[in-house]
Structure formats: C-alpha cells, structure tokens
C-alpha cells in the first residue's frame, strides 16, 4: 500500500483525468486503474478489469459505469477498448467466490487483472480499497471511479463484461430474471429464489440463497450478503 509520490497533490476540481496527470508529472507515465462488477451480486460470476489509458487519451462520455445507461456503457466500452494502451478482464466463477469468499476472491481478481496487462504499470490506482500483494506502487482512491478516468475505465470494462455474461445465463435460467436485476438481490429476485430454488450459478455463501435451499445459515463470518 502507497500514498501518492511525495509533493504530488489532486485538486479537488482537477476533473476526472486529474491523478493520472499528477502522476505522470511524477515520471510515472503508465497508470493502472482497477475495479470490479458483481461483488454483491448472489449469482454469476464476480468480474475484475484492469486498464491503462494513453497519456492525452481521453474517452468521451467516461464516467463510473453505475452512473451511465446500459447503452453508455457499451458506447464507453467500445471507446475504451480502442483506445487504451492495456486492458485486461479476469471472470472469477460462482464457485471460486463461494470457495474463497467474496473479499478473498475480489482481491484476487483484482490482483489478476493488474498481472494480466501486457503494459506493466509504474503505478495503479483502485477503487475505495487497497489492493495487497502488487509489485507496483498502488493507492487506494475513495469514490475511484468517479475522480479517476483509468478506474472509470476499469469499471466500465468489468461492468459491460459482466452484464453480458448475466443476459447469456438469463437464455440459460429464464425464471430468475438475470437480463433485468445481474443476479443482484432485489424482490422480483428473491420471490423466483423462493419460488424455484437456487440454480446451479447461485452464490450459495449468500444467506438468501442458503435460506431458499432450504438449507442452515453458515456461520456469521462466513455468510455473504
């Protein structure tokens, strides 16, 4: 875990490019952002991403995906992917998160994700919480995707990745309305889990989805959502 370089400062007002440019002036000219999608979802997969924006290389519309229409999403995606100089996505698998729990499994995406860039980054940024075990300088920026354009990046890659996923297994598992909710806790969720029980992608360290199979709560440690 790191702090910003000694003497590097972010105006408030410096925009959504503001840390990757105070960096550069710093002499670190590849900056990582990395974020995740699916984290409290209790079924599908959890997705990391990875990004590293060209210096100068703004992509129009970039913002934090929770903040833009599925349909600026996937503008923003396609901008994105063209003009990054790396970019990596990590698909961490229902069965992996309930084996190593949610925290444990995001880190490990996270950590994926920065590996898997074929530009090694002088420094990477993540989103709200720190990321251990990097062989880089990293910092951890509250509210990430929405003061820094490479994590913003990072989101929207992990967010529209994720996304599709959940509409192919909503072809796959009709009844639980995946296309509509990504296979996030809300009501129309919860009725189709009380309904039908858990299908074989459900996270079954949620409680919700325990309670649905009929089965006893895992300790309170242990129990997501």
């Not at 599925?70 to 698998?93: F, K, N, T």
């Amino acid at each position: 875990m790191s702090t910003l370089p000694t003497g590097t400062t972010v105006r408030r007002d410096a925009g959504l490019y503001g840390y990757e440019r105070a960096l550069r002036r710093r002499g670190l000219e590849t900056v990582a952002g990395v974020d995740e999608a699916g984290r409290g979802a209790c079924a599908g997969p959890l997705v990391a991403a990875a990004c590293v924006l060209r210096p100068h290389g703004e992509v129009p519309g970039l913002a934090d995906s929770k903040l833009l229409t599925a349909r600026a999403r996937e503008r923003c995606y396609d901008q994105v992917v063209r003009r990054a100089l790396s970019w990596s996505v990590v698909v961490v698998g229902h069965e992996e998160c309930d084996r190593l729990g949610m925290h444990v499994a995001n880190i490990e995406a996270l950590r994926r994700a920065v590996a898997l860039l074929d530009v090694r980054p002088a420094y990477v940024l993540t989103d709200g919480f720190p990321v251990d075990g990097l062989a880089t300088p990293t910092l951890a920026v509250w509210k990430g995707d929405r003061v820094a354009g490479c994590v913003a990046a990072a989101s929207v890659i992990a967010k529209v990745t994720r996304d599709r996923i959940m509409d192919g297994l909503a072809l796959e598992h009709p009844q639980y309305g995946f296309e509509v909710h990504k296979g996030y806790i809300t009501a129309a969720h919860t009725a189709a889990l009380t309904e039908h029980g858990p299908s074989s992608v459900h996270r079954m360290r949620f409680v919700n989805v325990r309670r649905a199979a009929g089965l006893e709560p895992l300790g309170d440690e242990d129990v997501e959502g």
